[in-house]
C-alpha cells in the first residue's frame, strides 16, 4: 500500500487499475476507436466539402449557407455533458456506439431529407442539428473512457492516435468524397460516410462490445451506492479552481479555431482558387495533420517520461496548438499563392493536433474521477464558441468581401486561449479534497 492512502482509497486504485485494459485489448480498441473517429468527421465534413456544390442546387448564398455549416454546433453543443456523464457511469464504449448508429442513420438520410419539399434550407439544417446531438456525445465519452481504461502514462499517445481519426475522417472526405462529388453528385458523400457508419457499428457490437464486457458493466454497477457516491461531481470544487477555468477557456478557443477552419476552408480555396484541384486542398492539409497528431502524443509521453514536469509539456504542447498554429493561419490569407495558401493551411492544422496532447488529456490530469463530464462542459463551451465562429465566419467574408477577416478571426481565438492556460493551468488532481502535489 502507497503511504498517506487511506484502505477504501487504495481499494478504488487497484480496482480502477484491474478494469484497465491489457496491451491487446487497448491495441484493438485504440484501433476501433481510430476508425470510428475517423467515420465521426467523415460525416461531420460531408456538408462542408458538399457546400459550393449544394449552394449551386438550392440556390443558397453564403450567410445561408453559413446557416447549415454553424447548425451542426447548435445540437452538438447541447449534449457534451450528458455524454460525459453517461460515460462516466455506464461505460464511454457504449455511449458511442449507439451515437454511432443513430447519426451514421442520419447521415445516409440526409439527401432525402434535403428533397422531401422546397424547404431545403430547414430540412438539411434539421439534419445536421440532429446528427450534431448524437455526435456531441462522441469525445467527451471517449475522454471517460479513456481515462478509465487506459495506464496513466500511455494517456496522451492513445488519445492522439485515437485523436487523429478526426484527421483521417476530412483527408479520406477530401479525398473519396471530392471524387464521388464529381462523378456522383453531392448525395452520394453522405450515403457512403452514412453507410459505413453502420457498418462499424455492426463490427464493434459483434467482436469487441462483448457479453462478458456487458456483464461485467452491469456487475461493477451493481456492487454498491459507494460507487455512485464516489462518482458524484464535486462541482463546487471543480468550478473554485482556476486552473479548470483555464483549461475550459483553452478547449473553447482550439474548438473555435478548429471549427471554423474545418467548415470554412473548402469554400476559401474554391472562391480563391477556383482552377485548383479539390483533391489538393481537402487532402494535404490532413494528410500532414495526421503524423503530427501522432507525433505529439509520442513526444508528450516521452517528455514527461524524461522527467520533465507534465503541466510544462501541456503548456508546451498548447503554445504549439494555439500559438504557432495561429500564426500559421494568418498566413492563408496573407498570400496570393495556391502553394503558399496549401502550406500555411496544412502548418496550421497539423499543429492544433497538439491540443491532443494539452488540453485534452489535461482534463484528465485534473479530474480523472470525472473526466468525462468536465470535457463534456469545456467542449460545450468550445461548440458554442463553434456556432458563433462558423457563423461570424461567413457574415464577416460576405460583408468584407474578403476572406482575411475570417482568418484573423482564427488566429485571435487561438491567441485569447493561451494566455489563460499558461498563466494558470495546472496538472494537479482537482477531483479530491486533499491537496496533492502539482506534477
Not at 462542408?48 to 449552394?55: H, L
Not at 458493466?217 to 470544487?237: E, F, I
Not at 482556476?242 to 471549427?259: D, E, K, M, T
Request: net charge positive; glycine share 12%.
Amino acid at each position: 500500500m502507497q503511504p498517506g492512502r487511506s484502505p477504501p482509497e487504495q481499494a478504488r486504485q487497484e480496482a480502477a487499475e484491474d478494469a484497465q485494459w491489457s496491451r491487446p485489448e487497448c491495441q484493438a480498441w485504440t484501433g476501433a476507436l481510430l476508425l470510428g473517429t475517423c467515420l465521426l468527421y467523415c460525416a461531420r465534413v460531408s456538408v462542408p466539402i458538399c457546400t459550393v456544390s449544394m449552394s449551386q442546387d438550392f440556390g443558397w448564398s453564403k450567410k445561408e449557407a453559413g446557416v447549415v455549416l454553424s447548425s451542426f454546433f447548435w445540437g452538438y453543443c447541447l449534449t457534451q455533458i450528458v455524454g460525459g456523464h453517461l460515460g462516466d457511469r455506464v461505460g464511454g464504449e457504449k455511449v458511442i456506439l449507439l451515437s454511432a448508429s443513430a447519426w451514421g442513420l442520419i447521415t445516409a438520410a440526409t439527401p432525402l431529407l434535403a428533397r422531401l419539399g422546397g424547404a431545403h434550407l430547414a430540412f438539411v439544417t434539421f439534419s445536421r442539428v440532429l446528427t450534431g446531438l448524437l455526435q456531441g456525445v462522441h469525445f467527451p465519452a471517449l475522454t471517460s473512457l479513456l481515462s478509465q481504461k487506459v495506464r496513466e502514462g500511455e494517456r496522451a499517445f492513445t488519445y492522439s492516435t485515437v485523436g487523429a481519426g478526426s484527421q483521417v475522417g476530412t483527408l479520406v472526405t477530401g479525398a473519396a468524397g471530392s471524387l464521388l462529388l464529381d462523378r456522383y453528385g453531392w448525395p452520394s458523400v453522405f450515403y457512403v460516410s452514412g453507410g459505413l457508419t453502420l457498418l462499424w457499428v455492426c463490427y464493434v457490437y459483434r467482436y469487441l462490445l462483448s457479453e462478458q464486457d456487458l456483464v461485467l458493466s452491469l456487475d461493477m454497477s451493481a456492487q454498491g451506492l459507494r460507487m455512485a457516491r464516489r462518482t458524484r461531481v464535486p462541482w463546487r470544487q471543480l468550478f473554485r479552481k482556476p486552473s479548470v477555468w483555464a483549461a475550459i477557456f483553452s478547449q473553447l478557443a482550439s474548438a473555435c479555431s478548429f471549427f471554423t477552419l474545418l467548415s470554412w476552408l473548402p469554400a476559401f480555396f474554391k472562391d480563391t482558387y477556383p482552377s485548383s484541384q479539390g483533391w489538393v486542398f481537402n487532402v494535404v492539409p490532413w494528410l500532414v495533420a495526421i503524423p503530427a497528431s501522432l507525433l505529439s502524443g509520442f513526444l508528450s509521453d516521452h517528455l514527461i517520461r524524461q522527467g520533465y514536469r507534465t503541466i510544462t509539456v501541456r503548456k508546451f504542447m498548447q503554445v504549439m496548438g494555439l500559438g504557432l498554429s495561429s500564426i500559421c493561419a494568418l498566413g492563408v490569407g496573407h498570400t496570393s499563392s495556391f502553394c503558399k495558401s496549401v502550406f500555411f493551411a496544412s502548418a496550421s492544422i497539423g499543429l492544433q493536433t497538439f491540443n491532443h496532447s494539452g488540453i485534452s488529456v489535461n482534463i484528465q490530469d485534473l479530474a480523472p474521477s470525472c473526466a468525462g463530464l468536465l470535457f463534456g462542459v469545456a467542449n460545450t463551451a468550445g461548440a458554442l464558441a463553434g456556432v458563433v465562429g462558423v457563423g461570424l465566419g461567413g457574415y464577416l467574408v460576405e460583408t468584407t468581401g474578403s476572406w482575411v477577416p475570417l482568418f484573423q478571426l482564427v488566429a485571435a481565438a487561438g491567441g485569447l486561449g493561451l494566455g489563460p492556460f499558461l498563466m494558470f493551468g495546472q496538472a494537479q488532481r482537482v477531483d479530491l479534497g486533499p491537496a496533492r502535489e502539482d506534477l
